[in-house]
């Protein structure tokens, strides 16, 4: 692929490698007694057959996932900038650190005493969350950034209830919410109200006004917002929703623009949830494993899920005394390994470097929408924080290229593709985040790579409408492939 520095043999690939008699593997000679399988297990649970498993050697099962390895795209291959998702890059340091024994091979029924070392890091990480928020108490538990949505709401919820304020059940959303916004308020039984944005891509006002009344439950913000831009107006925002009664809810997904510089708690928020797999740099992507930790202001403390951790004198404790806990929201106390490297992350960083973080985030996006904007519509040409939103309009009405078409083609040039078609009100949306982990030359390289397609767009459209092309595999139905996925081994090809 051009752009990446790395060139791959395109062999085909092959997928049915089995043949019959071949292993991968060497097992020494049982030290258990035979027996009849049919005297320790119901007779209607044996099979009848022997399972259709593949028959493969070692090698040629090593070569075939490598070469799957090598035609994949990953952040520790290239550029990234998936927006809204922070791909930053994940020093191997916080792998290292979360395979330690202690941490790696506890186990979560271990008892209190034993585990002092693993509860010390979780109590030291809500302290550090309850910091970097501008919170006064943290949950771990939640599983991901949507989890600790639904948890936050949840909480919400609880606390109305408790003040004789159940019938509240209105969740105000931002019209370029994430779509996890809405899902969560309707999973937790509220109804969501849309709010609009105003000329410079923030809440508008009067909008926000007509919708806040006795109803209201909260409003889910981020801030930035999914436009990478800081609401001016947040602490208006915050009156006009605390004079209705409700509270406010920040959705932590673009806290990499804000770490060191504001906290959501001091703007006004009173539930806050961390991304740990995108602000602090644990791996992201492939369905998990996340963290999305909530961190709530005193009145709401007793409503966290339990247990927390707790610390008295020199002692670390589980605590499962919270009186109006909302109860357990995952098993056991979340995804610790992720917690670790979070931890790393933060202990590596120091309060300085999480600082610096934003301000590279926050350079590297306002430095490649300037380049970008040479050649794409911006439908909001202001300073932004950590990600931008360009557009596609103008390749779309001048040439018939569309946004989706500019993404396959990045694939030709070594790009992952940025987020498309979102936030909504955007049209034609390519939403870049470039994170803080790039450097100048590769940002250099990927806007040249936006103006080339720019001009291949105006002068040989079917270029772009036809990409991918040095791809191993070409542009796909990509319904199809959502709606009906062939990854399941059948073991019904014919064999030699």
Not at 62 to 70: M, P, W, Y
Request: proline fraction near 6%; aromatic fraction near 8%; include cysteine.
């Amino acid at each position: 692929m051009s752009g990446t520095g790395y060139i791959y043999k395109r062999e085909p690939l092959i997928f049915e490698l089995s043949a019959p008699g071949r292993r991968a593997y060497s097992l020494p000679s049982s030290d258990v007694p035979a027996c009849d399988p049919a005297e320790v297990l119901p007779r209607d649970q044996l099979r009848r057959e022997p399972a259709a498993l593949p028959e493969v050697s070692e090698v040629d099962v090593v070569r075939h996932f490598t070469r799957l390895s090598q035609r994949n795209h990953g952040v520790d291959i290239g550029f990234y900038p998936l927006g809204s998702c922070t791909m930053k890059y994940n020093p191997k340091v916080n792998e290292v650190v979360a395979g330690l024994d202690g941490f790696a091979n506890v186990h979560p029924l271990t008892p209190e005493d034993l585990v002092q070392g693993a509860l010390q890091l979780m109590y030291e990480m809500q302290t550090y969350l309850c910091e970097i928020g501008g919170v006064d108490a943290v949950t771990l538990q939640p599983a991901a950034g949507a989890h600790g949505e639904f948890t936050g709401v949840s909480i919400i919820k609880a606390y109305l209830a408790s003040k004789g304020q159940g019938h509240r059940n209105k969740v105000i959303i931002p019209d370029s919410a994430h779509g996890t916004n809405p899902a969560t308020a309707v999973i937790a039984g509220c109804e969501t109200v849309e709010v609009k944005s105003d000329a410079r891509g923030g809440v508008d006002i009067e909008s926000l006004r007509a919708v806040a009344d006795e109803n209201v439950a909260c409003l889910m913000l981020t801030n930035p917002n999914t436009l990478g831009l800081f609401d001016e107006n947040i602490h208006v925002i915050a009156d006009i929703v605390h004079r209705a009664g409700g509270l406010l809810y920040y959705d932590g997904a673009n806290a990499n623009a804000i770490m060191g510089y504001a906290r959501p708690g001091d703007a006004g928020f009173d539930v806050v949830h961390f991304n740990l797999h995108k602000t602090f740099s644990t791996p992201h992507g492939g369905g998990g494993p996340g963290s999305g930790p909530v961190g709530v202001k005193k009145e709401l403390a007793d409503f966290l899920p339990v247990p927390v951790v707790g610390k008295d004198g020199d002692r670390y404790y589980l605590d499962y005394s919270l009186p109006k806990t909302i109860g357990r929201v995952k098993s056991f106390y979340g995804n610790f390994g992720v917690v670790v490297k979070a931890y790393a992350y933060i202990r590596s960083m120091g309060p300085e470097g999480l600082k610096r973080v934003a301000e590279d985030a926050v350079l590297a996006a306002n430095y490649l929408m300037r380049k970008i904007a040479r050649d794409y519509h911006l439908m909001y040409d202001r300073i932004c924080k950590h990600e931008f939103v360009a557009s596609g309009v103008w390749q779309r009405d001048r040439h018939g290229v569309k946004t989706l078409d500019i993404a396959k083609r990045l694939l030709d040039h070594g790009f992952h593709a940025p987020t498309v078609y979102f936030p909504l009100i955007v049209p034609e949306a390519l939403m870049i985040e470039p994170t803080e982990t790039e450097s100048r030359e590769t940002l250099d390289a990927f806007a040249e790579a936006m103006a080339r397609i720019a001009r291949e767009a105006e002068e040989t459209p079917e270029k772009v409408t036809g990409a991918p092309q040095t791809t191993f595999v070409k542009r796909l139905d990509e319904a199809r492939a959502a709606r009906q996925p062939d990854l399941a081994y059948r073991g019904d090809l014919p064999k030699e």
